[in-house]
């Protein structure tokens, strides 16, 4: 499969807006939160679907579920699903396993897809807790449509470049799964709304000591550590689907929006995250 490094996860969010102009329900973050929770739940990386068996036979049905869902640059550049003689390039996750074509597969629609499938809780989590903290204030400023196409428009984006950029590469036939192009989008859009907002972060060199920052700093430095390894082939880990996302955000979030009230109190945890085989989002 095909992962990029996923986004590091936060702690907390409090509400700090004016009370008497209460901000609305952030539905469709929640609404992305739980679907993409239940793709989890239902596919073989959770371990809870028993048609997926256990053990080895149960990780070879992941490299297959995700190479069926999951967004494969040859695939999205040739607009055609792989043969079997491509497919059979592909490095088996078990030893005996194979991956069978999938010749019904739209490569359009699996960038959609892929937004939703995560390479375990651990993926799932480390991308979603993002979603949540900062997913709300840019959803109220851009209003709930324009946040839904803003989301999926950045994941198109993110993962059509990255297969652009890894289209000579060994890259080309895995699977790029997660959403955090597309989260990496909010991450921008949020400092494009809210410039001068101050985010509470945990700093891991101070014992976990939670300090208050100005956005643009902590912000700033997340998109510095996506950016520094986008030079080198850093094998399971696409950065920099997190850059384009990130810079798209900034770019294409134009706030409609008044803001009401003070912004939300963050907390995050600016420098975690772990980064998985293959290339998650």
Not at 248 to 259: I, T
Not at 268 to 277: K, M, N, V, Y
Request: aromatic share 10%; proline share 10%.
């Amino acid at each position: 499969m095909a992962v990029p490094a996923p986004v590091p996860a936060p702690v907390r969010a409090a509400a700090g807006r004016d009370a008497a102009a209460p901000a609305r329900t952030p539905v469709v973050t929640y609404a992305l939160i739980a679907l993409s929770a239940l793709v989890l739940l239902a596919g073989p990386s959770f371990g809870l679907n028993p048609r997926y068996g256990t053990g080895n036979a149960r990780v070879c049905a992941e490299q297959r579920f995700e190479q069926h869902w999951g967004a494969v640059p040859a695939e999205l550049l040739a607009n055609r699903p792989l043969d079997a003689g491509r497919l059979a390039t592909l490095p088996p996750a078990v030893p005996g396993c194979t991956v069978p074509p999938t010749p019904h597969k739209i490569p359009f629609l699996s960038v959609l897809s892929s937004l939703f499938v995560h390479a375990g809780w651990l993926h799932l989590v480390g991308n979603l807790l993002f979603l949540y903290v900062f997913g709300p204030d840019v959803e109220e400023r851009l209003g709930r449509l324009r946040f839904l196409l803003f989301y999926l428009g950045i994941g198109y984006l993110a993962t059509y470049g990255w297969a652009l950029a890894e289209s000579d590469s060994t890259e080309s036939v895995r699977a790029l799964v997660g959403a955090s192009g597309a989260i990496a989008g909010v991450l921008g859009g949020y400092l494009r709304c809210y410039p001068r907002a101050r985010v509470t972060a945990l700093v891991p060199v101070l014992f976990f000591l939670p300090l208050r920052f100005p956005a643009w700093l902590v912000l700033g430095l997340w998109f510095a550590l996506q950016w520094w390894p986008v030079g080198p082939a850093v094998p399971g880990v696409a950065y920099l689907v997190h850059v384009i996302g990130f810079s798209a955000g900034w770019l294409l979030a134009r706030p409609v929006r008044p803001r009401t009230g003070q912004t939300r109190r963050l907390t995050a945890d600016t420098l975690g995250g772990t980064p998985h085989t293959g290339a998650e989002e």
